[in-house]
């Protein structure tokens, strides 16, 4: 067959076409080698993620277990043992929760959210929203209009009109002698008395505490004031977290200053000090005890042993006397301890993490679902959204390489129309001059 010259010109466009547009999208990570067998996978060398800065970056975590958030919410003792796991204590106290301070995990709890009044362990939340507001070293005047209004029979540090204190002081006479007059003047230094309620208020709801309402910020009687174990341990916990508050809380003994002389102030927590036939709790961290008629005995205490750091938080106890409340927060932090990798959470001081939980179906193992977008069928962009070796390089490359909207089909689209452009131009010349 004779090709003419507009035929052979055709076809040589055509070709040059081929050359100049870009060869149909074929992922590397699918791409095999030369001499790669059939049947033999293909691997891709992996290598570790690296962060912004270019340095390695950390594992993503395992998925975890699937948390019921309601379970902390039914009353009686909540708790989900492994093999060998110690058996609970049992106790005394109306409510009380143990927790993991680092993970926020909630190893076991009884009545968590049952509403009690906090007594001086509100004074956790005191602290919480109040420490920032002004540098230890700072110097105040105190008034005596910042000392009324203080309840009858409350415990005082010795605050006197017309001394000026450190702040550090007085932060020493809330968390050592759970001075109510100490908490009055930094009240007052802070906005007031019912600025300070708001803002305790505000405090609770955005660590998570929806079980708290604040009327007197000492922690003093009053009617409507509740917390709960759970909001306790979550006080306790955020506590931690702060280097001020923490070595408040964890101090026993301080000299108190009373104009030209001072005296000795010791922390009302038993178990820090291990006063008044209370044995000292070995690795105890402090944090705040608690009481009043009305409240009985609270306590929220927090322990070291290892790596591991537990915060527990107890609510009246019902027997066993004023200082029961400090043998159960033995007993729980002692089985705390002995419980490592024996329990499944049964809740968690961090409630956003619980945001995305949903309860399981029946016969489904309930786990925490990691958000993710619509699966894609591209394997590189599998890759990529995996989160795998590759990380952001494959994700860049899925882009760069997947052609977008029209451009994919357009190189055999384009040859197509050219080589049947060719054809016809072919089947005219031959047999339409023939007819002519």
């Known amino acids: 067959m004779i090709v003419t010259p507009a035929v052979r010109h055709t076809a040589a466009g055509a070709a040059a076409l081929l050359l100049a547009l870009p060869v149909p999208y074929a992922p590397a990570a699918l791409a095999a080698p030369v001499n790669a067998p059939v049947n033999t996978p293909v691997t891709t060398p992996v290598t570790a993620p690296l962060d912004a800065s270019g340095r390695v970056a950390e594992p993503t975590p395992p998925a975890r277990h699937f948390v019921d958030p309601a379970r902390l919410g039914r009353p009686g003792t909540q708790v989900q043992t492994l093999r060998g ?12 929760v143990v927790a993991d301070a680092s993970t926020g995990d909630v190893l076991a709890a009884r009545n968590a959210h049952k509403p009690l009044p906090p007594a001086s362990t509100l004074k956790t ?41 450190k702040v ?41 505490a929806r079980d708290t309402h604040v009327v007197s910020p000492d922690g003093y009687d009053a009617p409507g004031q509740v917390s709960s174990a759970y909001d306790l341990a979550l006080f306790g916990r955020a506590g931690l977290q702060d280097p001020q508050f923490t070595r408040y809380c964890s101090t026993r003994y301080a000299d108190f200053p009373a104009g030209s002389w001072s005296y000795g102030i010791a922390n009302t927590n038993r178990l820090l000090t291990g006063e008044s036939g209370v044995d000292r709790y070995p690795g105890l961290i402090g944090v705040k005890n608690g ?7 609270t306590l929220i205490a927090a322990a070291k042993r290892g790596s591991r750091t537990l915060v527990v938080s107890v609510m009246n106890p019902q027997g066993g006397g004023g200082l029961a409340v400090y043998e159960e927060a ?41 958000q993710a977008g619509p699966q894609a069928k591209d394997p590189l962009r599998t890759l990529a959204a995996s989160g795998g070796a590759h990380g952001a390089a494959a994700r860049t490359a899925a882009k760069d390489a997947a052609p977008s909207g029209t451009a994919a089909g357009l190189p055999l689209a384009l040859v197509g129309a050219a080589l049947g452009g060719a054809l016809s131009l072919w089947l005219w010349r031959r047999f339409g001059a023939r007819g002519n």
């Open 85 to 96: 796991a110690p058996a609970v204590p049992s106790l005394s106290a109306l409510s009380w």
């Open 125 to 165: 939340l005191f602290a919480l929203t109040a420490l920032p507001g002004h540098d230890p070293d700072e110097r105040h005047l105190v008034s005596d209009a910042e000392l009324t209004g203080i309840g009858e029979g409350s415990s005082l540090v010795g605050l006197k009109e017309g001394y000026t204190y």
């Open 168 to 208: 550090s002081d007085l932060w020493n006479g809330v968390f050592l002698s759970s001075g109510n007059d100490a908490v009055h003047v930094l009240a007052a230094m802070n906005g007031g008395w019912s600025a300070m309620s708001k803002k305790m208020q505000a405090k609770a709801r955005a660590l998570g």
């Open 291 to 297: 009481y009043t008629s009305n409240a009985g005995n």
């Open 330 to 370: 033995r007993e729980l932090l002692d089985w705390g301890f002995a419980a490592a990798g024996k329990v499944e959470p049964v809740g968690s001081l961090q409630p956003a993490a619980r945001e995305s939980a949903r309860p399981a179906k029946a016969g489904e193992r309930p786990v925490l679902r990691a």
